[in-house]
T-cell receptor
Framework: GENVGLHLPTLSVQEGDNSIINCAYS??????FIWYKQESGKGPQFIID?????DKRQGQRVTVLLNKTVKHLSLQIAATQPGDSAVYFC???????????FGKGTLLTVNP | ETGVTQSPTHLIKTRGQQVTLRCSSQSGHNTVSWYQQALGQGPQFIFQ???????GRGNFPPRFSGLQFPNYSSELNVNALELDDSALYLC??????????FGSGTRLTVV
């Protein structure tokens, strides 16, 4: 089906370590991907996006990697901080110009 | 630049009632999308409004309806509320359907 799923529902890391959150998608028409961070009681906050004509994009402390061959997306967070603790969602446009399809999310916990 | 504002933040309704949720889009944005997020789940697309017209719809029944106004603010209306409608309702705005910014949502509880 046209789902965006996540490999791991939870991830626990030590402060200062690097975090990697993974996501699989199934829609081959997908051409736009976004990572969102959602803290308790808040709406999703944009982190970084990538289009299908790229395989890597870097932001501040974050990197998104896209492997279209295996339909896999990952978010890397460098030097993870306690403030990074949240649920992370990948979202996929699925070739649509009007909707995003979200996965269930990964809960990232950063231990001090 | 103001962000996306939703009201109310919390709401309790009785099964069978009707509810209206409101969203003020970010300045300069002309597109509003609505999502339903059940507890522990990712947001599910309800519909989108672009320049005051419905531009796309997810798998939600007709009792979910909406409006977009000339100032690009929007309303989500839900009729004949059911217990399963209890969720966080999120509004996201964008400029020409790119780069969506989400509000903090309205927590709806149906009892």
């Amino acid at each position: 089906g046209e789902n965006v799923g996540l490999h791991l529902p939870t991830l626990s890391v030590q402060e200062g370590d690097n975090s990697i959150i993974n996501c699989a998608y199934s829609n081959s028409a997908s051409d736009y991907f976004i990572w969102y961070k959602q803290e308790s009681g808040k709406g999703p906050q944009f982190i970084i996006d990538i289009r299908s004509n790229m395989d890597k994009r870097q932001g501040q402390r974050v990197t998104v990697l896209l492997n279209k061959t295996v339909k896999h997306l990952s978010l890397q967070i460098a030097a993870t901080q306690p403030g990074d603790s949240a649920v992370y969602f990948c979202a996929d446009s699925g070739g649509s110009n009007y909707k995003l399809t979200f996965g269930k999310g990964t809960l990232l916990t950063v231990n001090p | 630049e103001t962000g996306v504002t939703q009201s109310p933040t919390h709401l309790i309704k009785t099964r069978g009632q009707q509810v209206t949720l409101r969203c003020s889009s970010q300045s300069g944005h002309n597109t509003v999308s609505w999502y339903q997020q059940a507890l522990g789940q990712g947001p599910q697309f309800i519909f989108q409004y672009y320049r005051e017209e419905e531009n796309g719809r997810g798998n939600f029944p007709p009792r979910f309806s909406g409006l977009q106004f000339p100032n690009y603010s929007s309303e989500l209306n839900v009729n004949a509320l059911e217990l399963d409608d209890s969720a966080l309702y999120l509004c996201a705005s964008s400029k020409d359907r790119r780069g969506y910014t989400f509000g903090s949502g309205t927590r709806l509880t149906v009892v």
